[in-house]
Each structure stands twice: as C-alpha cells, then as structure tokens.
C-alpha cells in the first residue's frame, strides 16, 4: 500500500475517531462526520469534544461530510 494513500473512516464517533487516530499514524485520514456543525467543530478545535475530549487529532485527520471526497480516498 502506498504510504501517503489517504484512508477513509465513516462515522466520526468513538469508534470512528479512535480508528482514524490510529490510522494517521502511518498516513493521511479521511474521517467523515454526519452532518456540518460536527465536522467543523472537530475541525476546528482539532478533537472531538463530543465522544473523546481532550484526545487531539493529529494533522493528517481530515474531516468532512461530503460523500464525493470518499472517492479520492484511496491516493490521488
């Protein structure tokens, strides 16, 4: 698998954040959020407050609610 290909998590709860925590650790992460209000506050403050606070994403977690960015998920 190329290194810099960009994975993609769906759901950005528990589960979802935690997995794209440990993803973003060999590479880049796409983490997509339910709707707009989450993925910008996650965004934002560079955690998710609601499900694991005070845990910090690195910078290789991206988060969005837009289906299409799913397809360029696997490199570009």
């Not at 998590?9 to 979802?16: E, L, N, P």
């Not at 955690?47 to 910078?59: E, F």
């Amino acid at each position: 698998m190329d290194r810099h290909a960009r994975r993609a998590v769906i759901g950005a709860g528990t589960w979802g954040t935690t997995l794209a925590l440990h993803l973003a650790k060999t590479g880049p992460v796409l983490l997509l959020a339910r709707d707009q209000q989450q993925a910008q506050e996650i965004g934002d403050e560079r955690q998710n407050r609601r499900y694991l606070p005070g845990i910090t994403l690195p910078v290789e977690v991206e988060v969005t609610v837009d289906l299409s960015d799913l397809a360029s998920a696997g490199g570009e």
